[in-house]
C-alpha cells in the first residue's frame, strides 16, 4: 500500500512566479492538509480540505491555493512568490477525524 | 491561539542512555497531542499520540511520552536509545474542530543526537 506521495521532489523557480505542487493521499484517506516548514522551523499548517472543500485555514496570504479532487488527490498553488516562500512543503492525509500521515515533502527554491 | 514550546533545540546523548525529550502547550481546554519523529530529507513520521484516557501513551520504536494536564506538558521519553534515533522530534497540538484533527500545531523541534 502507497504511502501519501508529492511530486515534485525537488524545484527552482523565480520571485514572481507560479508553481503547483501535488499530493496522492494514502489509500482509503479522504483529508488532505498542507503544511510549509521553513528551514530550522517546525511546519506551519496552511490548509486543509475534505469533500474537495477547503475546511481550515491557517495564517497563509490568499497567494497560497489549493485544490482537492474526487479522487481525493490535492494540489497546492503559490502565486507571486517571494523569496520567503522557500521551504519544505509537506502534505498530510488522513481519514477525516483520524491521525494525519505526512508525505516526504516537496523542496522549493525561490531565487 | 495555541502555541507549543520545546525547550530544547539540540539533546546530545550517549548510547543505551535514557532521553526526555520536553513539550509545552498553551492551552488547558481540550487538546490532542503527537509526536512526529523526522529524518534527514524525509517527512514526518508520527510516534504517538493522546486523544483521552491514559495519561501514559506509548508508541513505536520504545517511545512514550506522559500527559500531564495541570502542567500543560507533554513529554517524551525512552529508557535507551540506540544510534538509529538520531533525527529530529516535533511535539504538535491540535484542537478539535468538527472531529478533525486537522491544523496541527507544531513546536520548533528537538534534534536529537545520538553518539556511540
Known amino acids: 500500500d502507497a504511502g501519501v506521495t508529492q511530486s515534485p521532489t525537488h524545484l527552482i523557480k523565480t520571485r514572481g512566479q507560479q508553481v503547483t505542487l501535488r499530493c496522492s493521499p494514502k489509500?482509503?484517506?479522504?483529508?488532505v492538509s498542507w503544511y510549509q516548514q521553513a528551514l530550522g522551523q517546525g511546519p506551519q499548517f496552511i490548509f486543509q480540505?475534505?469533500?474537495?472543500?477547503?475546511?481550515q485555514r491557517g495564517n497563509f496570504p490568499d497567494r497560497f491555493s489549493g485544490h482537492q479532487f474526487p479522487n481525493y488527490s490535492s494540489e497546492l498553488n503559490v502565486n507571486a512568490l517571494l523569496l520567503g516562500d522557500s521551504a519544505l512543503y509537506l502534505c498530510?492525509?488522513?481519514?477525516?477525524?483520524?491521525?494525519?500521515?505526512f508525505g516526504p515533502g516537496t523542496r522549493l527554491t525561490v531565487t | 491561539a495555541q502555541s507549543v514550546t520545546q525547550l530544547d533545540s539540540q539533546v546530545p546523548v550517549f548510547e543505551e542512555a535514557p532521553v526526555e525529550l520536553r513539550c509545552n502547550y498553551s492551552s488547558s481546554v481540550s487538546v490532542y497531542l503527537f509526536w512526529y519523529v523526522q529524518y534527514p530529507n524525509q517527512g514526518l513520521q508520527l510516534l504517538l499520540k493522546?486523544?483521552?484516557?491514559?495519561?501514559l501513551v506509548k508508541g513505536i520504536n520504545g517511545f512514550e511520552a506522559e500527559f500531564n494536564k495541570s502542567q500543560t506538558s507533554f513529554h517524551l521519553r525512552k529508557p535507551s536509545v540506540h544510534i538509529s534515533d538520531t533525527a529530529e522530534y516535533f511535539c504538535?497540538?491540535?484542537?478539535?474542530?468538527?472531529?478533525?484533527?486537522?491544523?496541527?500545531?507544531f513546536g520548533k523541534g528537538t534534534k536529537l543526537s545520538v553518539k556511540p
Open positions: 498530510a492525509s488522513s481519514r477525516w477525524g483520524y491521525e494525519q500521515y
Open positions: 504538535a497540538v491540535s484542537d478539535p474542530y468538527g472531529g478533525s484533527q486537522g491544523n496541527l500545531i
Open positions: 489509500s482509503g484517506h479522504d483529508t
Open positions: 480540505y475534505y469533500e474537495e472543500e477547503e475546511r
Open positions: 493522546y486523544l483521552s484516557g491514559s495519561t
